[in-house]
């Protein structure tokens, strides 16, 4: 595999006093200044050489710097902080000729990654992985629910993933990460375990302490690969899957069917939780973390059942209601 050397720039520490960037709270800005820390995480991400590589947040630079080393084919960036911008065009430029660098100032929930990747080399579903990998140290106040809405995308095989089972490597909080791989009878075993693990491979990689980052933030920090499955564990829509963890995550201690019953109006609640408990051939005082993944898709299986001949279920929010009826009294 080759790799690219890149010619001698000032160090992002310079750079970030030069342009006097101050890290700014409100974009949970916080840096990376250690190589040795930014090259384990792009090797975290595995073989990137001649893939199409799009960095989330890439601030100064440092972990783009690691990305390039790797000589990917095409380097898209994606950073909301303008001021950022002269920084990174010193990195473009001093990489003109051997890597298409694409700056793209703005948000990346509303990048369009159907234009941004439009020459990047698709696959099937089914096939190999396509060349092209999500890479980021995201800011905390945005990453979880980037990533709900990015597995929403997989699950719809839309955005990055119309092009294949793009494969990601993020950056989370460290219990964040923890919840993502967390197994059934984990303490950490909440929604975003079962959301993840239904529709990826994913792997807790390491540990980045705290004191590594500029200004150095109250958490430490995990680095998490995320596959795409071939075969996702279930094939109900994503929002019905996501409702009924709602649902029965929200009363994470007590038995499940509890939170369950909820997903149902008052008067037929007893029936038809019985119901879609008999139909999951599962005992109904299991606890919401004790509940396989293969158990969960029963349970959406028989919510999926019971729906076809209730299809008000499907409209049914307990949480409106009970706003409904605070609002009257
Ligand atoms: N990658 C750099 C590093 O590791 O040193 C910076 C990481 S910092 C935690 C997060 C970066 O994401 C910041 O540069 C911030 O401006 C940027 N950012 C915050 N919200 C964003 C969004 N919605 N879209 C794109 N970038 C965002």
């Known amino acids: ?11 992002i520490k ?7 960037l101050r890290a700014l709270k409100q974009l949970s800005q916080n840096f990376l200044l250690d190589e040795r820390i930014t090259d384990k995480i792009v090797r975290a991400a595995g073989n990137i050489n001649n893939h199409v590589v799009l960095e989330v ?15 990917p084919s095409k380097l898209i960036l994606v950073e909301k902080d303008p001021r950022f ?3 990174l065009q010193i990195l473009q430029e001093a990489c003109e000729g051997k890597v298409d660098i694409n700056l793209h100032i703005g948000d990346i929930r509303s990048y369009d990654f159907n234009n941004g990747l439009k020459h ?5 579903w089914y096939g190999v992985p396509p060349p092209i990998h999500l890479i980021g140290n995201l800011p905390f106040s945005v990453s979880t629910i980037l990533l709900v809405e990015w597995l929403h995308s997989i699950s719809e095989r839309e955005a990055a993933w119309k092009f294949g089972r793009t494969s990601m490597t993020l950056t989370f909080q460290k219990e964040v990460a923890e919840r993502m791989v967390a197994p059934p009878g984990h303490k950490q075993r909440c929604r975003l375990s079962v959301i993840c693990q239904l529709w990826c491979e994913v792997q807790n990689k390491f540990l980045i302490p705290g004191r590594a980052f500029l200004p150095k933030p109250d958490v430490d920090v995990g680095v998490v690969t995320l596959k795409p499955l071939k075969y996702p564990l279930t094939n109900i829509p994503f929002k019905m899957a996501e409702k009924i963890l709602r649902n029965i995550f929200n009363m994470r201690q007590k038995y499940s069917f509890k939170g369950a019953s909820r997903l149902f109006p008052e008067e ?8 879609m408990y008999f139909i ?17 898709c029963r349970l959406f299986y028989a919510y999926k059942v019971i729906s076809d001949d209730h299809p008000e279920i499907l409209e049914y929010d307990s949480r409106a209601q009970k706003k409904k009826i605070e609002h009257s009294v």
Do not use: C, H
């Open 57 to 71: 947040g890439p601030g100064p630079g440092s972990i783009t710097r690691s990305i390039l080393k790797k000589n």
């Open 14 to 20: 310079d750079l970030i006093k030069l342009y006097k």
């Open 1 to 11: 595999m080759t790799s690219l050397r890149l010619p001698p720039l000032p160090t």
């Open 280 to 296: 999951a051939d599962l005992d109904p005082q299991i606890r919401p973390f004790q509940i396989t993944n293969d158990e969960y």
């Open 120 to 124: 990047a080399q698709s696959s099937d």
């Open 268 to 275: 037929m609640r007893d029936e038809l939780v019985s119901r």
């Open 85 to 87: 911008l002269p920084i």
